[in-house]
RNA sequence: GAAGGCGUAGCUCAGCUGGUAGAGCAGCGGACUUUUAAUCCGCUGGUCGUGGGUUCGAUCCCCACCGCCUUCACCA
């Protein structure tokens, strides 16, 4: 990538000189290590040359800061645990790993074996006794004392912002914790695990432009998912009560704060449910992963008592005070500044909007921005039923849907429903939707297989979709989804 | 896809209506056995994102391109 410069030379050489020593600059397996946290856990007393010495520990890390001295060297040994300072004194060091000391550089990594104290400033510290080198690293590092601050160079060399940008680590071990609490939740609750394929013929299950591959062999596209629902539903045709999955989908859509190409979705069905048992189930299953990072509830999310359930209508009225009519909405989008009309760029095509799409929207421009600033989560429900294919509609009032999205500091989190398992109507929605689709969109076919599967009868059920991204960005505080992502995708470099 | 901002040493950043670049840290040499942003003395380090243009002269002004960031659009 870069260049050799000076400073890369100067590496080379002291990896030519550790060579020299005898000892590997690539090192060999280093067995007994105990992690930096749980030494820094042990008794440490001052170190005293006259009286008992303290445990001996054996540490392996990277070199991360070392401050030189003549005869007594500082450093700082990272692990993926914490930090420990060493100490080393020629007095207590052979003659040769005294000189193996003198070509450490910032970033390589040693194991170390000594007794564990505390300096005279009570700094814990392991007083190195035997110096085993383990990998020489031969670019330079960045000082972390300012951390980084270029988003793209932390971007490009995720390695050195997970060393030296301490949440970005920390982030990454939290993430694991709350997909671990997730899958144990509903493991104990007696849900399946599955996986279902990446690769489909039809990208179905949402709307979103799908990415378009080939196979060879059977000559034909393929599309990678955009939705784990479709195949999760013939599942519960199956006979498979309560299942899930966690896994990557892809969405060939814009890049932003809150969106990546690919990102991690957890879909969940259950049989013989609806909306309000999943309702239930989000906020059991969003509470334990709150209590699994430690720390305490600091998100008012703690029982349905606190999560207002707000109608849609119901907001909507509220906040832009128009009736449910058709004029009263027509007239509050004019005055929000919304298109009443929808272009069609290749056909030119002009038509009105449809009432619940305005609706959605005048929901999306007015309301969200309310939602952002309540502290508390608030489901959401009643929406019109054309924006919810997939979702049964209300038995008393066909034009809502049996749906809800949790909203978390106006943040969409989760989105379920009372599935649609009526192969009628499921059908008829699909036909509906593909009319007057242009032809790019053209790819979202009608799954003849999955209405052919309803037809087979689907329980009825509840189903849940959570961004998994979005979950950790909010209990991790952060409001960027590549903060959460190791590897967010960017454009490549040039060679 | 649109608008705005940014790109200078290994890292973090200065650089004044245009006179071919500076600091801190890192690095190199030296001193130092209790430092922790160690300190002290000396030194090195740059195709100023890339390519054009204007100009006697461009890091600075103009154009194009590349990349990142922000907002918007897309994302039922």
């Known amino acids: 990538m870069s260049e050799p410069t000076d400073l890369t030379e ?3 050489e002291k990896m030519q000189n550790i060579a020299d020593m005898g000892r590997d600059p690539w090192g060999q397996r280093f067995d007994g290590r105990t992690p930096i946290a749980d030494i820094r856990a042990l008794p440490a007393a001052k170190f005293d040359d006259a009286g008992p010495s303290g445990p001996k520990v054996r540490a392996a890390g990277r070199v991360v800061r070392h401050r030189t001295g003549g005869k007594l060297h500082f450093l700082e040994l990272w692990d993926q645990t914490g930090r420990v300072q060493l100490m080393a004194r020629i007095n ?6 005294w000189k193996l000391l003198e070509c450490l550089d910032l970033g390589d990594i040693i194991g170390v074996d000594g007794e564990f104290g505390t300096t005279k400033t009570g700094e814990p510290t392991i007083q190195v006794e035997q110096l085993t080198f383990l990998t020489k690293s031969l670019e330079p590092h960045p000082k972390d004392v300012y951390g980084l601050g270029d988003m793209e160079y932390r971007l490009r060399h995720r390695y050195l912002d997970m060393i030296y940008t301490p949440d970005t680590l920390r982030r990454a071990q939290q993430r694991v914790k709350i997909i671990r609490t997730v899958r144990n939740y509903l493991d104990e ?5 599955v996986e279902t394929p990446t690769l489909h013929a039809i990208a179905g299950g949402a709307a979103a432009r799908p990415f378009e591959t080939h196979h060879n062999a059977l000559d034909i596209d393929l599309f990678l998912r955009i939705a784990l629902e479709l195949p999760l539903k013939r599942l519960l045709v199956g006979g498979l009560e309560k299942v899930y999955e966690i896994g990557r989908v892809f969405r060939n859509e814009g890049i932003s704060p809150r969106h990546n190409p690919e990102f991690t979705m957890l879909e969940l069905y259950e049989a013989y449910g609806d909306l309000f048992s999943i309702m239930d189930l989000t906020e059991g299953l969003i509470v334990a992963c709150v209590d699994s990072l430690g720390g305490g509830r600091a998100l008012p999310c703690v029982s349905r008592q606190c999560v207002p359930v707000v109608s849609m209508r119901t907001c909507s009225a509220n ?3 128009v009736p449910g009519d058709a004029e009263g909405v027509q007239a509050a989008a004019a005055a929000a500044g919304l298109r009443l009309e929808l272009r069609d760029d290749k056909t030119g095509t002009v038509t009105t909007k449809e009432h619940d799409v305005l609706v959605h929207e005048l929901f999306e421009h007015r309301v969200e921005p309310q939602l952002a600033k309540s502290d508390q989560p608030i489901f959401v429900y009643d929406y019109p039923a054309a924006l919810c294919p997939l979702t049964k509609r209300k038995r008393e009032n066909p034009a809502l849907a049996e749906r809800f999205e949790l909203y978390v500091h106006g943040m969409e989190l989760a989105n379920a429903y009372t599935e649609l398992n009526d192969p009628i109507t499921q059908e008829a929605t699909f036909r509906r939707q593909l009319v007057g ?5 053209s790819m979202a076919k009608m799954d003849e297989d999955f209405i052919r599967a309803l037809r087979y009868g689907m329980p009825p059920a509840g189903g849940l979709g959570i961004g998994m991204d979005r979950l950790v960005m909010l209990l991790t505080n952060t409001t960027s989804i590549r903060d959460v992502i190791l590897f967010p995708l960017l454009r490549p470099e040039k060679a």
Do not use: V
């Not at 609750?189 to 695990?193: C, S």
């Not at 689709?437 to 969109?441: G, K, L, R, V, Y």
């Open 189 to 193: 609750r007696g849900y399946l695990e």
């Open 10 to 12: 100067f590496r080379r």
């Open 319 to 321: 906040t832009l005070a």
């Open 92 to 97: 207590k060091l052979s003659p040769e790993d």
């Open 437 to 441: 689709m242009s032809e790019e969109d």
